[in-house]
């Protein structure tokens, strides 16, 4: 990037930020700029590393930064180094398994543009194709099998072996030995993986210019749909939104669980013994004044009705989750899965915080299968009004997370209004589309007005949108 073009490209980086959501004032337009003429221009690290410093203040935002840098900043598809150019089919696959092995950066930058040269299918003017120019150069560079050679060549074993080593796994050296071995052979393969995803990154950067070179950078990105994971479906995220969408769910569980520690009614302050008597001091032991210091808040009780049923599988991974992290967050936590039947989860919730893993649909839905494993919320509504209902109180905060599809059966309305007179505040969140509410067996205008609040919870911005209503 010259000093001259500078300022221009800058602009239009901004404005693609900005067009996804990522807020940049004008003032740190203003920094970035003062910041690009102060950096040497053509490290293209150096331009990322000041642009990121300037414009970037969260963290899930900087997926989202580094994919428009490249398409703004990583410059177009440049010719191929004539030695490749010249190498036979053997000879480059020679070099790639070379350059992968020494983890040889430049080497692998140059490899993968003639990677995609060769074997992209990339045509001028056509269609932005970028998926299948990806799947056709890794296809032709082989990947797979660079990843077993490498394993073999550190020693390592396959997919499958290695895992339990030795005759019998006994104590011992020999145990000792099998032990050791088994988790060198999964370092290899790590290392391995490793190896060849660095090249793969390559060969996605190496499209992407060629592809800018072609149609500009605005056109691209139009078509990559560029979003960031805040506002990402989470029923339909992929398996890299998935992780940027876990990587949110720690500051939204602590923001969630300081808002309903905040909202709890109790006595502002209360009667100090110590400090009274202390003061009664000066007054031969007669306490003529009495001294109070502020009271704790009482800890609520917060309880959740996750549906887990096929229809909404995907978006209950990310609630079990959620409960995951406000299991360490809040002392009074019940959670209750449902289908067709109703299990309380909060142990396993408990158990799955504990050993610090991911708590999957199925493993919840076991308990809360009674029949065909269909959504029935009458059936349901009514044994947690009837079972538990009981227990709740004024300091209950209840969340229903769900998409109110009964399969036509008893919507059983009066069990959920008797659990909202019961409870202090009842909420529902709703993954589906709101356009969707109300057609076919949907009812959820019959559950709303028994409810303090019903939100569509789609993406991450619309569950992080209700949180912050709470507080207002």
């Not at 052979?185 to 490793?194: K, P, Y």
């Not at 399969?407 to 356009?435: I, M, Q």
Request: glycine share 10%; aromatic share 6%; net charge neutral.
């Amino acid at each position: 990037m010259q000093p001259a073009r500078s300022l221009p490209a800058l602009s239009a980086f901004v404005d693609e930020l900005r067009t996804i959501g990522v807020g940049v004032s004008v003032g740190e337009h203003l920094d970035a700029a003062r910041a690009l003429a102060s950096v040497p221009l053509a490290d293209r690290e150096v331009v990322r590393s000041t642009l990121q410093c300037a414009l970037v203040k969260r963290a899930e935002h900087l997926d989202a930064f580094n994919l428009l840098f490249e398409l703004h900043f990583a410059g177009t598809a440049g010719a191929t180094a004539p030695a490749l150019g010249e190498l036979s089919a053997a000879e480059l696959a020679a070099a790639l398994r070379a350059a992968i092995e020494s983890r040889d950066a430049p080497a692998q930058r140059q490899l993968a543009e003639e990677y995609v040269r060769r074997y992209g299918g990339l045509e001028p003017g056509a269609r932005v194709a970028g998926v299948f120019a990806m799947i056709a150069a890794s296809e032709a560079a082989g990947l797979d099998a660079i990843r077993a050679e490498l394993i073999a060549a550190a020693g390592g074993q396959g997919e499958g072996d290695g895992e339990g080593g030795g005759s019998g796994g006994g104590s011992g050296g020999g145990g000792w030995s099998a032990a050791a071995a088994a988790v060198q052979a999964r370092l290899d393969r790590a290392a391995a993986d490793d190896a060849v995803a660095g090249f793969a990154a390559e060969l996605r950067s190496a499209i992407r210019r060629a592809l800018v070179a072609d149609r500009g950078a605005t056109a691209v990105g139009k078509t990559m749909r560029i979003r960031l994971a805040e506002d990402v479906n989470i029923a339909n995220a992929s398996a890299a939104e998935q992780e940027a969408m876990l990587a949110s769910i720690g500051p939204l569980a602590q923001r969630l669980s300081k808002i309903l520690a905040q909202q709890a009614a109790y006595k502002k302050r209360r009667l100090s013994v110590r400090r009274t008597l202390h003061l009664a001091m000066g007054t031969g032991g007669v306490p003529f004044r009495l001294a109070t210091e502020p009271a704790p808040p009482p800890r609520p009780d917060f309880v959740v009705l996750a549906d887990v049923s096929g229809s909404v599988a995907s978006f209950s991974r990310f609630t079990l989750n959620l409960l995951i992290a406000l299991d360490s967050r809040l002392s009074r936590l019940r959670a209750f899965s449902f289908v067709d039947g109703l299990a309380e989860i909060t142990e396993l919730v408990s158990d799955a915080r504990s050993a610090g893993r991911q708590l999957g649909p199925a493993e919840a839905a076991r308990g809360a299968i009674r029949l065909n494993g269909s959504s029935d919320y009458g059936y349901v509504l009514r044994e947690f009004a009837s079972q538990y209902a009981r227990q709740f109180s004024r300091r209950t905060v209840v969340l229903v997370v769900g998409d109110a599809r009964t399969n036509y059966a008893n919507p059983a309305v009066a069990s959920l209004a008797e659990v909202a007179e019961r409870v202090g505040r009842l909420y529902w969140l709703n993954p589906e589309p709101r356009r969707y509410w109300d057609q076919g067996d949907s009812v959820m205008a019959q559950y709303a007005p028994h409810c303090a609040q019903v939100r569509e919870c789609s993406t991450l911005r619309q569950i992080a949108d209700f949180v912050q209503s709470l507080a207002s």
